[in-house]
């Protein structure tokens, strides 16, 4: 089963760390980032930028239009996402959980449809 | 190879799982260390063969590459030092120990169901580590949302870990007390590898043979009245295994069995912890359903069955526990000494109290008495309402078969 984990987290809280916590932050998402390619967990990840950098696009009778993010009201923003296969729900759980943004944030753990 | 490990998986993953928590002394870490080791499996098995003791290989390379991981992550985070010191030399010397190994999912069985996790945790629980369970299939078989498993199974992990829930058989004096429990998880994964909840392949026999292993183990521990009428009642049904399907996996009943198919052995072992059992005056819950089992394994023919007697001992189990799917079972033995219309009479009352209406089996006998009574649209609707319940692709395909056997 594939699971998508979705990393929410405040964007004020990340600006609290310090720069050596920043940095730690850093190091252990990129370890963890190999650790799940090295355990075979690992299908794609990406980490986002700032939701401030985000446009919103709809198409309602054939006109485009694009506004700011109506999301950036809300408390928590994505921060980026993990693609990720796991053997069950549980396992997706206990991989989410090693994710260091979880400590800090929450991490969303979606399934992804599967139409076999 | 692929279909190799998978089978491998299949079956030893849980008792690699078992002797993984022991070593590493935490759920998740030993879920991990089993993913890790099956991983490693499928880079170096189709290379290097798969090594003689392939379980002793997993649980070795499972251990090996948590320590491993620890030490990486202990750089950046002394308090893992010391995890991964007390995982190193000392209990080098325990990982080959096959006693200890074989008492591993006894183990397991007991932390499952300590009486600290609440009941539904301990049976989610136990249907994923110990029968291998996906949280989903789980969800599936008990109709429940996935995400409601899942947190069960997070939270009696946490209670495991808070409460400091040891990881091991009780002293023989607390046995009794924690064996009621075990005894019903015991049959739980029995019945899964009897009649499996969901998938393509009714019957897993990995499944069976380790619920009869385990009970057989607890036996040895404690001479038990109810953990003895257990290993005779798993042992009578599952003699009949080789019976219960055709070669292309059609399910056949009981009444329709090739009975020089029934495994004797296994029979002349049921039947003698039965007849020690009723010697000794404790049947129990256990002991009464395998002494129906035995009524049918004593003959060699379905049209000797004494279904007075066995319609006598479904009353003995209900006034000793209550329950409708017992009730049920009663209806189908009433049915065969009375007629269909007893039969039917009984299951309705069942299900107008509210009471089996999701169970698929209910519906299906209901369908089966109305189809002797000629009522045939009745039992077309009735075998319908049993299909769109059912999980399992062989009872589908048999409640098909049924249907497409009616009179337009």
Redesign the interface.
């Known amino acids: ?1 594939k699971y998508l984990c979705l990393v929410w987290c405040e964007e004020g809280k990340f600006e609290a760390l310090s720069n050596e916590e920043r940095e ?1 932050l850093d ?2 998402s990129m ?1 963890y980032d190999q ?1 799940l390619a090295r ?3 690992m299908i794609a990840t990406e980490a986002l930028q700032s939701p401030a950098n985000s446009v919103v696009v709809r198409v309602r009778h054939s006109e485009i239009s694009v506004t700011d993010g109506p999301f950036a009201e809300a408390k928590e923003q994505l921060a980026g996402f993990i693609l990720i296969e796991a ?5 997706a ?2 991989v989410a ?1 090693g994710i260091p943004l979880a400590k800090l944030g929450s991490i969303e753990v979606r ?1 992804v449809h599967n139409f076999g | 190879m692929q279909k190799l490990i998978d089978d491998i998986y299949r079956s030893h993953s849980r008792r690699v799982l078992a002797t993984l928590i022991r070593l590493l002394g935490d759920f ?1 870490r030993a ?2 260390a089993l ?2 080791a099956f ?1 490693e499996a ?1 880079r170096k098995w189709p290379k290097n063969g798969v090594p003689e003791n392939p379980m002793a290989w997993l649980v070795s390379t499972g251990r090996f590459r948590t320590i491993d ?1 620890l030490r ?2 202990s750089r ?1 985070d002394a308090s893992l030092k010391d995890i991964e010191d007390s995982l190193y030399p000392a209990k080098e010397a325990e990982i080959g120990d096959m006693d200890l190994i074989e008492d591993d999912v006894l183990r397991l069985i007991f932390t499952c169901c300590h009486p600290l996790i609440p009941a539904d945790a301990q049976i989610a629980m136990s249907l ?1 580590e110990i029968c291998g369970l ?4 789980i969800a599936h078989a008990f109709l429940i949302p ?2 409601t ?2 947190q069960r ?2 939270r009696a992990k946490n209670r495991i870990r808070s409460a400091g829930i040891p990881y091991e058989v009780p002293d023989k004096d607390q046995l009794p007390d924690r064996l009621q429990r075990v005894l019903h998880v015991i049959y739980l994964v029995f019945n899964e590898g009897y009649s499996a909840s969901s998938g393509t392949d009714i019957v897993r026999a990995d499944l069976t043979a380790e619920a009869i292993r385990l009970c057989r183990t607890l036996l040895a521990l404690l001479p038990d009245p109810g953990a003895s009428g257990l290993l005779a009642l798993m042992l009578l049904q599952d003699s009949r295994r080789a019976a219960r399907r055709s070669a292309t996996g059609e399910i056949i009943l009981l009444a329709d069995q090739d009975r020089a198919l029934w495994d004797r052995e296994m029979i002349r072992e049921g039947l003698a912890l039965i007849d020690a059992a009723t010697e000794g005056g404790a049947v129990g819950y256990y002991g009464l359903q395998a002494a129906i089992a035995a009524e049918h394994a004593r003959k060699r023919k379905a049209d000797e069955t004494d279904w007075h007697r066995i319609v006598r001992l479904y009353d003995l189990l209900l006034g000793a526990r209550p329950s409708p799917i017992i009730e049920l079972n009663r209806a189908v033995a009433v049915a065969m000494c009375e007629g269909p219309a007893a039969g039917l009479a009984i299951v309705d009352a069942i299900l107008s109290r509210g009471e089996l209406r999701d169970y698929h089996l209910a519906h299906a006998a209901r369908a089966d008495f109305l189809r002797q009574l000629k009522r045939f649209p009745d039992a077309r609707l009735a075998y319908e309402n049993a299909l769109g319940l059912c999980r399992q692709e062989p009872e589908k395909a048999f409640i098909r078969k049924r249907i497409a056997e009616l009179p337009e």
């Open positions: 089963m730690q190091r252990d370890g650790e355990s075979g967990h053997r069950d729900l549980n396992e759980i206990r959980a399934p | 998740d879920e991990e993913h890790e991983a499928a991981q990486r992550r950046f994923r996906t949280t989903e299939e996935p995400p498993v899942a199974i997070v």
